[in-house]
């Protein structure tokens, strides 16, 4: 059985350095959805629901294709964290987040676009921050500028010095794209990361 091309809905650097780790050919293709959360929606719910929708969103542009659609939340306390953008808004999600937990949803959807079947999956971890002072904060954000990710660092570099534990089956998700998910759904549309 032929398998169909794959496509990464994401214009993310991160998710594409992610996907390339399974060494399967694919293109990228960046959604535009409203990411607007629905009333009284959950963090997950939220995660799938613009999983599916990413994935969606390119399907007319590549008609028979396997498309990978990927979405994050992440909660503080019960409130939504969002990328901070600079460095102020940086130095503050950290301060609240040192010493406490935050919670990652990642949920992926793995489209057929010429059939219309998508298969969803949902990864949950939890981040301890380590108890840090405003000079540590502000040297680990003047040094990495996580400007674009939710949380206010990037655990697959220097921002790991700012995480006490981690609690989940796969550090990518973290990242923003569960592999380990990711293998078992492409597996059930036919494609193998390994020869079998």
Known sequence: MATLPLVLASSSPYRKTLLEKLQLPFETSAPDIDETPNFNEGPEQLA??????????????????????CDQVSLL????????????????????????????????SVLNSST??????????RVHIRKLNRHQIEDYVR?????DCVGAFKSEGLGIALIGAFEG??????????????IDLLHRFGIEVLSP
């Open 48 to 69: 799938m629901r613009l999983a599916g929708t990413k994935s969606r969103a390119v399907q007319e542009k590549f008609p028979q294709h396997l498309i990978i659609g």
């Open 77 to 108: 306390g019960g409130r939504q964290l969002h990328k901070p953008g600079g460095f102020e808004e940086a130095v503050e999600q950290l301060e609240a987040a040192t010493g406490r937990s935050l919670r990652f949803y990642t949920g992926i």
């Open 116 to 125: 219309g079947r998508q298969l969803n999956a949902i990864d949950v971890c």
């Open 143 to 147: 040094r990495e500028q996580p400007y």
């Open 169 to 182: 089956e796969d550090p990518n998700a973290l990242v923003g794209l569960p592999l380990i998910k990711l």
